[in-house]
Structure formats: structure tokens, C-alpha cells
């Protein structure tokens, strides 16, 4: 009898049984050979209703990922159940991978932290460049001696002097922004307290690596983390976050992934409509390296377009797009001034070090000033002596020209762009005109592309070609002397590097002006990661002026 009901389309009550309520067409499988039916179950239901239609199925969507599942039994079945398995979760699984990748990256490491005997006990085994030939550089070990570490000062009070390559004494400080010195200055004070310790030891440097990977593993974690929930429906895009080749060679290259882990969580918290929280983590981000406050001028920018000056607190549930990006802006420039303001009223000048070194230091040999000089053999904007004026100008000046064209994209495209598609932008449009890109800066963009560009074969191979880059760097800092590669070797892969980020922009713009390209759009979604801007309604005659005004939609025909 039950079956002949449920046959006829009939909705069937059973005694004591739990109903479950009509789903929506996006929710339910091959809706169009179901009636619209409520269904009934003998026990209580799951909180978790999600079925195939409810998440990517990258092993049907995807040509890569399609041909890597035949090794494991082929792509996910028409009738799959998706969400009910109870310990191997897509948060589980892409958890395990970025543990398995991190211990390769740290193993990468290893051969940087060997020691040897020497004079008078033990040392690092760095002879004859084998911190280049062995491909294992880390900042993290030379700094350790560099700043000082080694005699337990404080950053920023402890000074030294250096002799630069006129000759000319010059007083140094720590040179990293407040958060990421107290950070080192922390992992210097676990290193020493297990140096002291009966545990297994070894030498204090080699301590203090192991002590900063583990939080920078733990760093990375968060971010892959974050970016999954970020996500949403697509959460295994955030394996190439987790697996990203990147990921190999810069994990513990330097301090980075500290300031990824803010990034994320800062745009979490936006995308849960905790503006003030957002702020204060991207605040912190700031604090450790300046890249996550990037991220509030793209806020910004949504919305100022998303603005309805004619419409009152509740059209908004008393949260209105400008409030919530004063409340981000607000939150951020408070916690960075109160992370900061203690250092540099005690240490002004340790403090101001960080500042002082990236507006002396000349371009570095991976920016685009650079790979002119070593094509055509051009001096600079400023000659290789002095302080570097004009291109300091010229680097802001390209930067905030970038930056006013992906405002006018994001005020003017015809649907409102996506936050991740136009941070990726901003990071991108920073380090492509920034006279420094130090390799580990790459990190910076990979949650960002996932989030923004779910293109998973071209980001593969964005990523691929970035990561490759670390070996003509590492030749090239050798020495031709000692076998390594001449320069060009070098800055003709960062060309490469360089034009696949340049690529990524435009296959980002091109999805912004045509949104029926965007995989995140094409399954429904409107921004994941937009907050109070998540399907929030696109107005057509904004309050902005009429050059800056969103364009009308092209009919379809």
C-alpha cells in the first residue's frame, strides 16, 4: 500500500516517523523524474541533508581530476550519498594531504639543518653553497645568528652594526614587522628552554627551525582550513591549497604562512557577517606581514557599489554595507595600532626598521626592475648607489594605477564581481609592480586563486611553474664560480613566473565581465565568501557618480 502511495506521488504518514521536507530541484536527484513528494522516514533524520547535487563532484566536472579517481575506482556514482561518511570528511582528507605535503616540505628543509663537527663542538654543515646545491635555503636558519636571536635579546631594543658594500657602518635592528619578530622571539625562547632541557637536543638553531616549523605547519593548517569553509560547495577545489607544489618549497621558507592564516580567517569571518572580527584578524595579519590589509580596499570597494542610500537599516538587517566595511576598516586599523603602538613608543627606532629597509633596499633580483636590468643591462630608475627615490615613486605609482582599475572593474562590471576574485587581483597587482618578491610571497596568492579562479589544471600549473622557479634561483645565488647558472637563467624564469600570474588576472577579468564562465556562479552560488554582500541585491543606479556606475547587462538574446 505504502508503495503503490509512494508510486502515485502521494505524500505517506507514518505513525511516529520523521518527514522530510520537499527539497528544492538543486537538491534533490534527477528532479525531473520526481513528483514534488514529501517523504517519510522510520527514524529521526540527519541534521546533514546533503546528497550528490549538494557539492562539486570535481571527478565528473573535472578532466584532471576525472583521469587521476580511475586510479581509485572511477568518479563518484550517479546515486551517491554524499555527507554521511563519519571520519574520512573532505575537512579529514584534505587535513591528512596538507600534513603529508608539509612533512615533505619540511624534509626539503633537512638538508639545511645537518650538522657537523668543527672547532669546538658542532656546527651547521653549509659548506661549498650546499645550502644552494642541496635546494634546502631556509631564512629561518641564517636568521636565527642574523638578528641575534642566538644571545636572547629582544627584538627591536637589541642593536647591531653592519658594514654594507660601501663600507659604511650602519646601525641594524630586527627587520621584520612587530608580530612576526615577537613570533621569532617566542620560537627563540622555546628553542633555548629545550636546549636547557633533559630532552633529545641538538644544536640551538636546529631547535629553533623545528620550533618555528611546527607553528608554521600549524599556520598553514588554519589557512587550509579557513579556505575550505570559504569554499562551501566546492570544498575540494582547497586540495590544491593543501597539495599546491608551492607548498613543497615554501612552507618553511620564511614567516609567511603566518600571515595566510590571518588572511583566511579575516575573510572567514567577513563571509560570516562578523565584520569587526574580520577586521581584527586581518588587523593581526597586517601586523605580521602588511599583504592581509590589501584585502579591506576590495571590501571597500563591494560595497560602496552594494550602498542603497534609499533604503533603511532593515533592507539590510540593521547591517549595511558601508557600516560593515567601517566596522573591518576600524577593527583592522585598531589592532594593528595596538599590536604596534607598545614597540614603537619603548623601541621607536627598532620599530621603525622595517620601514627603513624597504624603502632604502634597491630592487631585488626577482622583481620586474630587475629582469629589465639584467636583459638590457639598464642602471635603474635611481643607478645601483643611493637611496632608491624614484623607484619607490614609480613601484606606488604603478601599484595605486593598478589598484584605481580594478576599482573601475569592480564599480562597473555589469554584475557585481566576487571578494576573491578581486583581492587575488589586488595581491597579484602588488607583487607584479612591488621592487621585492621574495619567493615565499607567492603563498600569499594561493588560497586567494583557489577561492577566486577554480580552474584547477591552470592553477596546477601556475603554481608548478612558480615553485620551479626555486631552482635557477638557488643555482644562480651559487655563483658561476662555484657551477651556478648566470643571472639570466635566473630572471628568464621569473618572466615565466610572472606572465602565468598576469594570465591568471585576465582569465579572472574575463569571468568578471562574463559570470556564466564562473564555475562558483554556474552552480547558483553569488559569493561564498561576500558576507553581507551574498546575494545582496546588485542595484542598477547606484549613488555613485554616473562614470562609475555598475553598466546595465547586455540583453540575452
Not at 502 to 530: F, H, K, S, T, W
Amino acid at each position: 500500500m505504502i508503495e503503490q502511495e509512494l508510486a502515485r506521488g502521494e505524500a505517506v504518514a507514518v505513525p511516529g516517523a520523521a518527514t522530510v521536507p520537499e527539497q528544492p530541484p538543486a537538491q534533490r536527484l534527477a528532479p525531473e523524474r520526481l513528483a514534488p513528494v514529501r517523504y517519510t522516514s522510520p527514524e529521526p533524520l540527519a541534521a546533514d541533508l546533503r546528497s550528490v547535487d549538494d557539492r562539486d563532484k570535481p571527478s565528473r566536472t573535472d578532466t584532471l581530476t576525472a583521469q587521476l579517481c580511475d586510479l581509485i575506482g572511477g568518479p563518484v556514482g550517479d546515486h551517491a550519498v554524499i555527507g554521511r561518511v563519519r571520519f574520512w570528511t573532505p575537512m579529514r582528507v584534505l587535513m591528512a594531504f596538507a600534513v603529508l605535503f608539509l612533512a615533505l616540505s619540511w624534509f626539503g628543509k633537512a638538508g639545511c639543518i645537518q650538522q657537523r663537527p668543527e672547532a669546538g663542538g658542532m656546527g651547521l654543515d653549509w659548506d661549498n653553497g650546499r645550502q644552494y646545491i642541496a635546494m634546502c635555503y631556509s631564512d629561518t636558519v641564517p636568521l636565527y645568528g642574523a638578528e641575534h636571536l642566538d644571545e636572547g635579546a629582544f627584538p627591536y631594543k637589541k642593536q647591531w652594526t653592519d658594514f654594507g658594500g660601501d663600507g659604511v657602518p650602519q646601525t641594524r635592528y630586527m627587520e621584520y614587522p612587530v608580530l612576526s619578530g615577537l613570533f621569532q622571539y617566542g620560537a627563540m625562547g622555546i628553542a633555548k628552554a629545550w636546549k636547557q632541557s633533559p630532552l633529545p637536543g641538538g644544536l640551538e638553531v636546529v631547535i629553533y627551525f623545528n620550533v618555528v616549523a611546527i607553528f608554521l605547519a600549524m599556520a598553514w593548517l588554519v589557512t587550509i582550513w579557513a579556505s575550505a569553509q570559504l569554499a562551501s560547495r566546492r570544498v575540494w577545489d582547497v586540495a590544491l591549497v593543501a597539495m599546491s607544489p608551492l607548498v613543497l618549497v615554501h612552507a618553511f621558507t620564511n614567516f609567511d604562512a603566518i600571515a595566510t592564516a590571518f588572511a583566511a580567517g579575516g575573510l572567514l569571518a567577513w563571509a560570516r557577517r562578523r565584520p569587526m572580527v574580520a577586521g581584527i584578524l586581518l588587523g593581526l595579519g597586517g601586523a605580521a606581514k602588511l599583504y592581509p590589509l590589501l584585502l579591506l580596499g576590495p571590501i571597500l570597494i563591494l560595497c560602496l557599489r552594494a550602498e542603497r542610500l534609499d533604503e533603511d537599516d532593515s533592507a539590510w538587517g540593521g547591517l549595511r554595507p558601508l557600516r560593515a566595511a567601517g566596522a573591518a576598516i576600524g577593527g583592522a586599523v585598531v589592532t594593528w595600532l595596538a599590536v604596534n603602538a607598545p614597540i614603537a613608543l619603548l623601541y621607536h627606532q627598532g620599530w621603525w626598521e622595517f620601514f627603513r629597509l624597504n624603502t632604502d633596499r634597491h630592487a631585488d633580483p626577482d622583481s620586474i626592475y630587475n629582469v629589465i636590468t639584467s636583459f638590457t643591462g639598464w642602471s635603474g630608475f635611481d643607478g645601483a648607489q643611493g637611496s632608491p627615490t624614484i623607484l619607490n615613486l614609480v613601484s606606488l605609482g604603478l601599484f595605486l594605477l593598478a589598484c584605481a582599475g580594478i576599482a573601475w572593474i569592480g564599480l562597473r562590471a555589469a554584475r557585481r564581481p566576487r571578494l576573491a576574485q578581486l583581492a587575488f587581483l589586488v595581491v597579484a597587482a602588488f607583487l607584479l609592480t612591488n621592487k621585492v618578491w621574495s619567493p615565499q610571497y607567492s603563498l600569499w596568492l594561493v588560497p586567494l586563486a583557489v577561492l577566486a579562479l577554480p580552474q584547477r589544471r591552470i592553477l596546477l600549473a601556475w603554481m608548478t611553474i612558480d615553485a620551479l622557479v626555486w631552482v635557477p634561483r638557488m643555482y644562480y645565488y651559487l655563483g658561476t664560480d662555484r657551477k651556478g647558472i648566470p643571472e639570466q637563467w635566473f630572471t628568464g624564469t621569473v618572466i615565466l613566473r610572472d606572465l602565468a600570474v598576469v594570465a591568471l588576472c585576465a582569465l579572472i577579468i574575463r569571468q568578471i565581465y562574463r559570470p556564466e564562465e564562473d564555475p562558483v556562479r554556474r552552480d547558483g552560488a553569488d559569493d561564498p565568501v561576500g558576507g553581507v554582500l551574498d546575494r545582496a541585491p546588485d542595484p542598477r543606479f547606484a549613488w555613485l557618480p554616473p562614470l562609475l556606475r555598475p553598466r546595465t547587462p547586455a540583453p540575452v538574446s
